[in-house]
């Protein structure tokens, strides 16, 4: 089972280039979530969907876009990269509201550095 | 107020000690909660579910004290293996947002 796929796994950009992160789950999850973590620090939401064709922002947005056009697909876009956006960047999703459990299935994250 | 708020660290402890950490969660309408275990450099991955009043796993045992909004994670006999970052997260059930915590960071010592 692949679950939860992050491409690419490393990047380096330099700053003001775009960039585009792919999440990818096979799992039929409604829910998927963009997260980035420092060194030394938590999980930091970006953005969120909740279903096809919606995304909503988390703790973090500014400076990052998403889409969700296909239900298996959460992509993360950096329009101008910034050295502040160096960092790991972690996708996940779970289950619609489920009875039992929201547990969440994370991608390996994929390391940027901004240069 | 952060969803939940828990003690960073790092716990050093010896190998085969008894180590406890606490998660304070500030809704009390929370009915259940995940521990998840975070690797250096590695994803986060469900370590145990928190449902009434607690769960034990092997070497694990997680307490929910509703009272008090808090959640323990107990670990004895603790193992090198162990030393990882521990992070403590509501079940968001019907809710859409997923937010973390700093984690606590655990470091098992020879």
Redesign the interface.
């Known amino acids: 089972n692949a679950g939860v796929t992050q491409t690419p796994k490393f990047r380096v950009l330099k700053t003001g280039q775009s960039m585009t992160l792919l999440c990818a789950q096979d799992m039929n999850h409604e829910y998927m979530y963009w997260y980035r973590q420092d060194p030394g620090m938590g999980l930091r939401l970006i953005h969120y969907s909740v279903g096809e064709g919606t995304t909503a922002k988390g703790e973090v947005p500014d400076g990052y876009n998403v889409s969700r056009l296909k239900k298996q697909n959460f992509l993360l876009g950096l329009e101008s990269a910034a050295p502040s956006q160096t960092s790991v960047y972690f996708c996940a999703s779970r289950q619609l509201a489920a009875a039992n459990t929201g547990e969440l299935f994370f991608g390996e994250g994929s390391r940027l550095t901004v240069l | 107020r952060k969803e939940v708020e828990q003690d960073p660290g790092p716990f050093n402890v010896p190998e085969g000690a008894t180590v406890a950490f606490n998660c304070t969660y500030s809704n009390s309408a929370s009915q259940s909660f ?1 521990w ?1 275990r975070q690797d250096c ?6 370590l145990m ?1 928190v449902y009434s009043s607690g769960n034990e796993d092997g070497r694990f045992t997680a307490q929910l004290n509703r009272a008090s909004q808090y959640i323990s994670l107990l670990i004895r006999d603790s193992k090198l293996s162990d030393s990882a970052t521990y ?1 403590c ?1 509501p ?13 606590t960071k655990l470091q098992v010592i020879p």
Request: glycine content about 16%.
């Open positions: 995940f998840y450099r590695k994803e986060p991955k469900l579910s992070l997260v079940d968001s059930g019907g809710y859409q947002k997923v937010t973390f915590g700093t984690g």
